[in-house]
């Protein structure tokens, strides 16, 4: 079976800096044929504050004529602890109410696929706890199957036992009860988004996959830390047979390489937080 991961899109009807994009990637999806897309998040532009966003985008992927799944980003439904646009109930309702559950499971051959909403982390909301027992509940119930999760923020930059990197990877404590997990039920694979960067490495037995963006990279103005990885555009192939998962992280043609620090005043303008 086929899998595409696309992540972070950034796409918006009001503000079309990235929307040239989408027809190439959407054309070269056709082309290869996949069972299932995942959409890793910040599938908008800003989803979070602007509802048309999502409407807008969610019709863009139902265009796919693929059956697809997503999980949320920062930009989709804020971000936990966030100054001007923390998530919050209504922003996750309506992500749900065009996107659907922001946590699902996907059995595959002999695998489960397990996408959750890394935006609850550390929220300290009702909603992060009930996550957790859902976690564990579809972990263990996953027999043997292997598991692979999807999440739009990464677990950690270069190691695991890193301080708080801030805006760009799981917190520290929300992190050291993931990987708790991943190590009591041996996840083979954690596949995220966020970084707009493209990365494949194993640690302790798990496979880790930065999915690149297919809208923008991010270059030396937006101050990012320094982090592994390639600063390109693409998607990722999944061929999964049985027990086995291969991932290539893959260029896709036609895509116009565009800088978030060209235009990120007009995108993201900095707003005082309230
Ligand atoms: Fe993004
Ligand atoms: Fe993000």
Request: glycine share 10%.
């Amino acid at each position: 079976m086929r899998i595409i991961q696309i992540s972070d899109t950034h796409l918006s009807p009001g503000k079309a800096h990235f929307a040239d994009n989408w027809a190439p990637l959407a054309g070269w999806i056709a082309e290869q044929r996949p069972q299932l897309v995942i959409h890793t998040g910040d599938v908008t532009v800003d989803g979070a504050d602007v509802e048309e966003d999502l409407g807008y985008t969610v019709g863009l992927m139902r265009g796919l004529g693929v059956r697809f799944r997503a999980v949320p980003g920062n930009h989709d439904v804020g971000d936990a602890g966030h100054g001007r646009q923390p998530l919050t109930e209504d922003r996750l309702q309506r992500w749900r109410a065009h996107f659907g559950p922001d946590r699902w499971v996907e059995d595959v051959e002999d695998c489960r696929l397990i996408g959750f909403d890394a935006m609850l982390l550390g929220s300290g909301e009702h909603k992060e706890t009930q996550q957790a027992e859902w976690l564990e509940a579809v972990m263990h119930d996953a027999g043997d199957r292997r598991i692979a999760w999807f999440l739009h923020r990464p677990l950690f930059l270069d190691n695991p036992d890193e301080g708080d990197t801030g805006y760009w990877s799981v917190k520290p404590q929300p992190r050291a009860g993931l990987l708790n997990l991943t190590r009591r039920h041996s996840v083979a694979l954690v596949a995220s988004g966020h970084l707009h960067r493209a990365h494949d490495f194993v640690r302790d037995g798990t496979r880790y996959i930065w999915a690149p963006s297919s809208a923008f990279l991010v270059g030396p103005r937006m101050k990012a830390p320094p982090m592994p990885g390639e600063n390109r555009l693409g998607a990722v192939v999944y061929e999964i047979a049985g027990r086995r998962i291969e991932a290539d992280i893959v260029s896709v043609p036609g895509l116009s390489r565009h800088w978030i620090d060209d235009v990120a005043e007009e995108v993201y303008p900095s707003r005082p937080a309230k």
